[in-house]
């Protein structure tokens, strides 16, 4: 378990912004089950246990503790326990002729593989989750396991579902996938209740939130509504927390200065796939005798068009921390333009040289330096395969990765995480050859 080994003042503090946050529900519904949207609950999970924030990377952890080395799946629901835990809409290609026996284990290999690299790439040695149900006028808090599906224990239940719907058990949990919905559900049959709490839902939320953000109240208290609804009063909120519910409410996060590069290239009529003699495989290129461990980043034109400025020049050094928190030394390689002779440019004016220095300082990839420490932490260490193994796009598939998001924390310093697949498209509002098998349907 996570939350029981808490400070108790983290779990007051999270327990205090889900009652606020729940105490808003007139906002969005007149149930009395306290409403909370889940990426205000991934807000707040992260900030007041203080831990990474990996929500917006849709991988198998929503947030994840570097130094405790534990990934954390967080769900809220109303009713049933049996809820969604991975979309395979853009492996479809791969299992639709599949059926019965051949279709789950297939589906299973695709969850198991996606948590592996997950807790590959962030270091992490346990995964599970963490769940607030919310029934009327309350939350409970549950833990559960975050287990891979047992294949060889794999059993169908006949006496379920339909040639749509198939119900199964790996002796551990509960399963069944909806193959119009490329959805898997997971029964959570196993959690284990470690704290509940009531929520006062507020009857006039816009009153509250417009004496706090709208009339600039000084820090502190604000005054009771006018109300005599008695069954809701309004909880102490400060100036600051209100701040914080503008965010979470809207699930809205601090602009960042980030780039997207994607790991494939793309054919003419937009099918992706991984060049087998570059990028990924660089290790596999001719011209001279090449370590197991090569590889970089396309850093390709489109890419450099809209992020001018963002990485230092071409092959001065900066630091980039990986996904697990491991610094390492990273540099812009391989020139994007043809260099120029020296006699050639030479005769060029002041203006033609200028132009001439910013090709020469232009990169269209991204190594590390020493070159083989990405390769070896991404092909053996995260994606664990064998040397001189060609890396695929149908591999990257299974991965649930296809692209990484480069964040810029100062002119020197970055960091890296990988992003799940169509996040590039998404990103940049380009078109996706694979969307046509996807529902993009965030988890909850």
């Known amino acids: 378990m996570f939350y029981d080994k808490q400070p108790p003042e983290k779990r007051n503090s999270y327990k205090g912004m889900l009652k606020i946050i729940g105490s808003l529900s007139r906002i969005f519904s007149e149930s009395d089950v306290p409403y909370l949207y889940y990426r205000a609950h991934e807000n707040i999970f992260s900030k007041y246990f203080d831990l990474v924030n990996n929500s917006r990377s849709d991988d198998s952890a929503d947030a994840y ?13 109303v009713g049933q326990d049996n809820q969604k835990v991975a979309e ?16 789950i284990n297939q589906i299973a290999e695709y969850r198991n593989e996606r948590i592996r690299v997950t807790k590959n790439a962030h270091g992490l040695d346990t995964m599970l989750y963490h769940i607030v149900k919310r029934i009327p006028k309350a939350m409970i808090i549950y833990e559960a396991a975050f287990d891979p599906i047992d294949i060889p224990n794999i059993r169908l239940d006949l006496e379920r579902g339909n040639d749509n719907s198939i119900y199964f058990t790996d002796g551990n949990h509960t399963y069944h996938f909806s193959l119009s919905k ?50 809701a009063e309004t909880p102490d909120i400060t100036a600051e927390t209100a701040n ?12 960042k200065n980030q780039l997207c590069l994607r790991l494939y290239a793309t054919k003419p009529d937009g099918t992706k796939y991984v060049p087998d003699k570059s ?26 068009a809209r992020s001018d400025g963002f990485f230092p020049p071409r092959d001065k050094p900066f630091d980039l921390m990986l996904p697990n928190g491991e610094w390492i030394s990273a540099k812009v390689c391989q020139g994007a333009y043809p260099r120029m002779s020296d006699e050639e440019y030479a005769l060029l004016t ?38 001189w193994t060609l890396v ?15 964040t810029k924390l100062s002119d020197n310093k970055f ?9 590039y498209e998404k990103t940049y509002g380009l078109s996706d050859i694979d969307d046509e098998y996807d529902d993009d349907d965030d988890l909850e």
């Open 244 to 255: 914080f519910i503008a965010q979470t409410v809207s699930a809205s996060v601090p602009k």
């Open 350 to 387: 002041k203006d033609e040289k200028a132009i001439e220095d910013k090709k020469r300082q232009t990169g269209k990839s991204i190594m590390s330096n020493p070159n083989l420490k990405l390769g070896e932490w991404l092909l053996r260490d995260v994606f664990e395969l064998k040397p």
């Open 392 to 406: 695929t796009y149908d591999m990257l598939k299974v991965f649930n990765v296809d692209s990484v998001m480069f």
């Open 415 to 423: 960091t890296v995480d990988f992003c799940v697949l169509g996040t």
């Open 182 to 231: 490329n959805t898997l559900y997971m029964n959570f049959d196993d959690m284990v209740e470690l704290d509940r709490f009531s929520v006062e839902i507020i009857a006039d939320p816009y009153e509250v939130l417009s004496s706090l953000l709208l009339r600039e109240i000084p820090q502190g208290n604000i005054p009771k509504s006018n109300k005599t609804d008695k069954s």
């Open 65 to 77: 503790s570097i130094d405790e080395k534990v990934g954390i799946g967080l769900k809220t629901w």
């Open 279 to 304: 990028g990924l495989n660089q290790w596999n290129a001719g011209g001279r005798a090449r370590n197991e461990n090569e590889l970089y980043i396309p850093y390709l034109a489109d890419d450099r």
């Open 88 to 103: 395979f809409g853009k492996l479809r290609p791969q299992y639709k002729d599949l059926k019965g026996i051949e279709l």
